[in-house]
């Protein structure tokens, strides 16, 4: 299975085609106590060179591993002492480890990988990073009205010329129907909320 976490895409398209993806990846996180505070993976300082971490309490790991994932993405274990762990005063905050062996084992993916990960969590945290991102708004919007109006994800032809010709004529119907609704001052529809989003809302 090929390797298609965020911050690999991110790095390919940097890389290969320089290309700047603008995306949001997911949160660093932990478990929480029941207090909400707990300690993040950035909170660990990584020497890649010498394969070793550094707690925010100043505990050296003691063992790291390279494995992979079942879907393909190579990733580095490592491992802190369960002795450093049981004994450290916010434990608490960092891990429910109980395995009798290893403490806190934070997950790594490879160097660069896990480097434009750590940087895309800071930057999208930033009011000018969620200013350029408002942009994928309307990018998201087309795609959708596209989809729904025009059944663009399927093509109603046999052969590239016609199927490429159906998705000019699309794109040149959305066009219409926003230039209609433009002069119409036909008001924007509300965002849509899924189910489990209305559940949650609910609640």
């Known amino acids: ?7 690999r895409i991110i790095v390919t398209a940097r890389d290969a085609h320089r290309v700047e993806l603008l995306g949001p990846v997911g949160l660093d996180t932990c478990h929480e106590n029941h207090d909400g505070e707990h300690s993040t993976q950035s909170a660990f300082t990584v020497d890649w060179d010498a394969k070793k971490a550094v707690c925010p309490q100043g505990k050296v790991s003691a063992s790291w591993s390279d494995q992979r994932k079942s879907s ?28 009798g062996k290893w403490g806190r084992s934070p997950t790594l993916l490879p160097r660069e990988q896990q480097q434009v990960l750590d940087q895309r969590r800071q930057e999208q945290r930033t009011e000018a990073w969620k200013k350029r991102y408002d942009i994928r708004a309307g990018v998201e919007g087309t ?10 994800r399927h093509t109603r032809y046999t052969g590239q010329r016609k199927t490429h010709l159906g998705n000019v ?7 219409i129907i926003r230039l209609d609704a433009w002069l119409n001052d036909t008001p ?4 849509r909320t899924s189910r489990r989003a209305a559940l949650t809302l609910a609640a």
């Open 72 to 99: 393909g993405t190579p990733v580095s274990r490592v491992h802190f002492t369960a002795q450093d762990c049981a004994a450290c005063p916010v434990r608490g905050k960092c891990t429910r480890a109980s395995n």
């Open 143 to 152: 795609i959708s009205q596209a989809v729904r109006r025009t059944g663009i």
């Open 188 to 191: 924007l529809g509300p965002t």
């Open 169 to 175: 004529l699309a794109a040149t119907a959305v066009n």
């Open 1 to 7: 299975m090929p390797d298609t976490s965020p911050p």
